[in-house]
């Protein structure tokens, strides 16, 4: 038995015999034409158009955020700058396979050269290169295999275009060498609600027909497993489909205190699935899709309609809208698009609406205005706030517009610090523990190579968390988590102890918070926090607590009878 460790996505467990992804086409020779340019960039032309189409169907099969990344793909295949570099290589006596594979693999050194959110995308170039290259050939692009019974798919890195369109009939985990938690391959599979480990460098010695236990909860992959292990596996496994198929009740302790569970959506069209699930409310509504893939600011009537599909669909209930957050690593013309040799300490979130005050006030006019058709209660928060004044600033503003409940989210160590005199000038907080443990552990969250830093269990990020919570308590505000830490349930019931009154996630993993919260008092909450902090690491702090929690009684019976 060995055991690889990599980035989990999602809580689940699953186990199974290992299929490894089939390997790349090889790289074409690069030797000259007999067909003549003409003919290679027809050939060229037609393969493109076959490969951006069947990319349009396989996202109108899919659907939701898979439909907008094969639709993006589609379009990257037929950029005409894309086009020009093909054309350079074709004029220059290349053939069209040669020029393909090099005019595709200069465009994917730029995108990492870029890096951030830009080099994460640098990947999918390749996908779609191969599907080209392929069509060139004649031959079928590589794909996921199907050896006719279900299986662990193992791969260096899967496309989104296969992602997408996962049997999950027959793939039960997912792993991949390469990737870390924002590349395309994490996103879909979390939506998909894929079990999935990604960035286990070592999974490259997995064989085929190896027996393995994927622990995304843990982040372990465990290979050959002994019979009590796989036993153990699949009692977990079994336990998370009663928590799936569970009532969907008020997210609360085992002592009847309510912690309010919330869903973080990207878009109105989210808003059913996670109604379906149970969210009371959201608590981190992102307003970027309206921004990124425009040229210029949409208009304050644009914005209305969108805000206003939102608030519809949570009658009577919290819904949190956080400003648009973009700069530094996702630069907008019409914001800020300077280079920045650190975009994650530059011009972002509030101090780039600041730097342009007016998308700000825009926004800020929709959301009034659609608050005022609607019956949500509408919550406004600023991102990546930094100091008091800033918390003044935008608490000033939102009133200004009307907005009756002005918060900021605390992302920074500064604000955590400080939480007492942000929360003077604030209605409430929502901590986003993704940034807060990327600028507590200095590792940029869109690196794989520093994955391994950006864990919340951390105990330098886990006392943030504990002054935020302390000054919310002794100031009577509410106090939200809205990252990835409050999708993990058993650092979900530590932040409760840490002063966290509300929880927001991902909807998929509502139904395990809210199991794993009704197991607990606040009593034990509040004593497992303090066995996490006194922790020297983050694997530390998550062992120590679930050795402690294994060691409570289970108050399942007073909630349930």
């Known amino acids: 038995m060995s055991t690889l460790r990599g980035v989990g996505i999602g809580l689940g467990v699953a186990q199974g015999t290992v299929i490894r992804m089939t390997e790349a086409l090889p790289a074409p020779d690069q030797t ?18 076959v490969v951006a189409r069947e990319l349009n169907e396989r996202g109108a099969a899919a659907g939701g955020s898979a439909q907008d990344v094969l639709e993006a793909q589609a379009m990257i295949a037929e950029d005409p700058t894309l086009q020009d570099e093909v ?26 050269a870029v890096g951030g959110y830009l080099g994460e995308r640098a990947a999918d ?8 290259l392929a069509h060139l050939r004649g031959v079928d692009a590589p794909g996921i295999p199907n050896p006719g019974h279900p299986f662990v798919l193992v791969a260096r890195d899967l496309a989104p275009a296969d992602t997408a369109l ?59 497993p002994s019979p009590e292990e796989l036993d153990r596996a699949a009692q977990r496994a079994a ?44 608590g981190l509504f992102r307003t970027e899709f309206l921004f990124l893939s425009a040229t210029q600011a949409p208009t304050i009537a644009q914005q209305r309609e969108s805000y206003r599909e939102l608030l519809a669909a949570f009658p009577g209930k919290k819904v949190v809208v956080r400003m648009l957050d973009a700069g530094a690593d996702k630069p907008l013309a019409f914001l800020n698009d300077a280079h920045e040799e650190n975009p994650a300490l530059g011009l972002r979130g509030l101090r780039a609406l600041r730097a342009s005050e007016d998308i700000l006030r825009e926004q800020l006019t929709a959301l009034a205005e659609a608050d005022a058709l609607t019956e949500a209660d509408l919550w406004v928060m ?48 929502s901590i986003g523990t993704n940034d807060l443990t990327q600028y507590t552990m200095a590792a940029d969250r869109l690196l794989g190579s520093v994955a391994g830093f950006q864990d919340p269990w951390h105990p330098a990020v886990l006392r943030l968390v504990r002054e935020v919570g302390d000054a919310g308590a002794r100031l009577g505000k509410p106090i939200g988590i809205c990252g990835e830490a409050a999708a993990d349930p058993l650092l979900a019931v530590v932040l409760v102890g840490l002063g966290a009154t509300s929880l927001s996630m991902a909807p998929s993993a509502l139904a395990d918070v809210r199991h794993t919260l009704s197991e607990r008092t606040l009593d034990e909450a509040r004593t497992l926090a303090e066995i996490a902090l006194a922790a020297d690491d983050a694997a530390g702090a998550r062992n120590a607590v679930a050795q402690a929690t294994a060691s409570f009684p289970s108050h399942q019976k007073e909630t349930t009878s």
């Open 32 to 49: 000259p034409s007999t067909r003549g340019a003409d003919a290679e960039r027809v050939r060229v032309r037609d393969a493109v158009a």
């Open 87 to 112: 054309d350079t290589r074709l004029d220059a006596g290349a053939t069209a396979e040669w020029a393909v594979h090099d005019a595709f693999a200069g465009f994917r050194a730029t995108l990492e």
């Open 125 to 132: 170039l390749d996908d779609i290169a191969q599907r080209v």
């Open 166 to 224: 996962l049997d999950l009939e027959q793939v039960l985990a997912l792993i991949t060498t390469d990737g870390g938690p924002t590349s395309h391959t994490a996103i879909l599979a979390r939506e998909k609600g894929i079990v999935a480990i990604v960035g286990a460098v070592e999974a490259t010695a997995l064989a085929n027909g190896q027996t393995v236990i994927v622990d995304a909860a843990a982040g372990l992959v465990t290979a050959d």
């Open 239 to 282: 336990e998370r489909r009663s928590a799936d198929a569970a009532p969907l009740t008020p997210g609360a302790l085992a002592d009847g205190t309510p912690i309010a569970l919330l869903a973080n959506l990207g878009k109105p069209a989210d808003a059913s699935d996670a109604v379906e699930r149970g969210a009371e409310g959201v």
């Open 382 to 429: 600023a991102p990546m706030v930094t100091t008091v004044e800033e918390t003044a600033y935008f608490t000033a503003l939102a009133r200004e517009y009307g907005l009756k409940t002005a918060g900021v989210m605390v992302e920074v160590p500064a604000s955590a610090l400080l939480a007492d005199r942000v929360l003077a000038h604030a209605d409430f907080a």
